[in-house]
């Protein structure tokens, strides 16, 4: 069925994959053109990131009518911040992996957030480095073993509470094997104002998919416990409402964008307001703690100022002024220059 756009789903694809058969970044594809599609947003509105590593080859796979960037390892943030500086009002979408954002590129995936930069930031964590032959990443399970690698000795980074420590107002978790959770998560992503970050338990089926690890499939089919069920209502399909507040004993929240969409939770049997951000950062403690696989939107709080709003630059994408907007004239910079004098 067409969108209003008149395109069809399959329009939305790119090239064949060349990930290993079942490989949960596959999934993960669809669901970004799921809901890109659904969301009736022009690819040639929407911008494509990736750094380095089997989840960084994705961008290839989705979204062909989008302009894409693939960076050297770990450098992602640095090209994400530049361009969407130059061409505000394009929705952009980041595709990481837990290598590339938890170890070469942890510095830059936190100041990407402390900046707010507006894009929707997805890890697609599997816990090691596919593309290098399965070594242990940074989030990988302390005592987690691998056949070639041994055992793992440190502690695992958790990125959602990372995120949520740096600043980030759109923190969420999920499972590549939750399709609908997953594409839900995604098209509320696009509709904050700000970083949104998505961390993706997505099992590498080659070198991390044994039943005893937490990045497998069958570890996350088997213990995955969403906090809620989520329901997104884009903007135009709900009429305007007063701000809603709750109490302690809610059932359902309902948590307004920027844009006018709504994100619905239902809660299920997990007392958490995501709208708290000492609880968001309990509740991942806590999950780390018992070991609990839990999946849903961990934080959210109403957006702050953007990078471009924080360094106070005009409205006209700075790509789309012309060279005489862009350069100041011989009398402006010697006037400047007279000042330091």
């Not at 999934?27 to 947003?41: F, G, M």
């Not at 640095?78 to 170890?103: E, F, K, P, Q, R």
């Not at 707010?116 to 005592?143: C, H, I, R, W």
């Not at 959210?300 to 004239?329: F, I, M, W």
């Amino acid at each position: 069925m067409p969108n209003a756009l008149g395109l069809e789903r399959q329009d939305y694809r790119a090239a064949k994959s060349t990930l290993c058969p079942g490989c949960g970044h596959d999934s993960i594809s669809n669901q970004i053109i799921s809901a890109v599609y659904d969301l009736s947003l022009p690819m040639t509105k929407v911008l494509k990131f990736s750094g380095i590593g089997c989840s960084s080859k994705t961008p290839a796979y989705f979204l062909r009518g989008s302009h894409g960037f693939n960076s050297v390892h770990g450098r992602m943030p640095s090209v994400a911040t530049g361009a969407t500086l130059a061409n505000a009002g394009l929705y952009a979408i980041g595709v990481s992996g837990d290598g590339d954002t938890g170890s070469i590129g942890f510095g830059q995936f936190k100041h990407l957030i402390r900046r707010n930069v507006p894009m929707v930031y997805l890890v697609e964590n599997n816990g090691v480095y596919g593309l290098t032959k399965g070594q242990f990443s940074a989030t990988a399970d302390e005592g987690a073993k691998l056949k070639y690698y041994g055992k793992n000795e440190l502690p695992p980074i958790d990125l959602c509470l990372e995120a949520i420590i740096s600043g980030c107002t759109f923190v969420a978790r999920s499972f590549s094997g939750d399709a609908k959770q997953v594409q839900t998560l995604i098209k509320a992503a696009l509709s904050h104002r700000g970083t949104a970050v998505i961390d993706i338990i997505s099992p590498c089926v080659t070198f991390n998919n044994s039943p005893d690890s937490t990045k497998s499939y069958d570890y996350g089919k088997a213990h995955e416990v969403p906090l809620h069920q989520i329901d997104f209502m884009p903007n135009g399909f709900v009429p305007e409402r007063e701000e809603i507040t709750v109490d302690s004993d809610y059932e359902l929240i309902e948590v307004q964008m920027h844009d006018g969409s709504y994100i619905r939770l239902q809660q299920i049997d997990k007392d958490h307001d995501p709208r708290n951000r000492a609880a968001a950062m309990a509740v991942l403690e806590k999950a780390q703690r018992e070991e609990l696989f839990l999946t849903g939107l961990i934080y959210y709080e109403e957006p702050r100022p953007t990078l471009a709003e924080t360094l106070d630059l005009v409205d006209q994408p700075l790509s789309a002024l012309s060279d005489a907007q862009l350069r100041p004239s011989e009398d402006a910079l010697k006037n400047l220059m007279a000042k330091y004098s």
